[in-house]
């Protein structure tokens, strides 16, 4: 996750796009795994906003962050609820 959202903030504009994001962490399915993964996509998502935090740092200063995230999924009853 980590390289494809700093592949993002280093090429933007860009998009990143999770096809079936249900299956990253199932509603009920409550692993150490599926935790970390959730965690980490929502630390992502937060950290491109924070210049000098996680991969914000990456960017120009000046230039307005332009990524946008998009997600599927095709069960959203089984979406986890922090998604």
Same mark, same amino acid.
């Given at each position: 996750?980590?390289?494809?959202?700093?592949? /993002?903030?280093? %090429?933007? !504009?860009s998009?990143i796009?999770?096809?079936?994001i249900?299956?990253?962490s !199932? %509603?009920?399915? &409550?692993?150490?795994v599926? %935790?970390?993964?959730? &965690?980490?996509?929502?630390?992502?998502?937060? /950290?491109? &906003?924070l !210049?000098?935090?996680g991969i914000?740092?990456?960017?120009n200063?000046s230039?307005?962050?332009?990524?946008?995230?998009?997600?599927?999924? %095709?069960?959203?009853? /089984?979406?986890?609820?922090?998604?």
């Amino acid at each position: 996750l980590l390289r494809i959202f700093r592949a /993002a903030v280093e %090429s933007q !504009p860009s998009i990143i796009f999770f096809d079936d994001i249900d299956a990253i962490s !199932p %509603s009920g399915y &409550n692993d150490s795994v599926s %935790s970390h993964v959730v &965690n980490t996509l929502i630390r992502l998502i937060d /950290a491109i &906003n924070l !210049p000098g935090l996680g991969i914000g740092h990456l960017r120009n200063k000046s230039q307005d962050i332009c990524i946008a995230i998009l997600a599927t999924t %095709s069960r959203i009853e /089984a979406l986890h609820k922090d998604l």
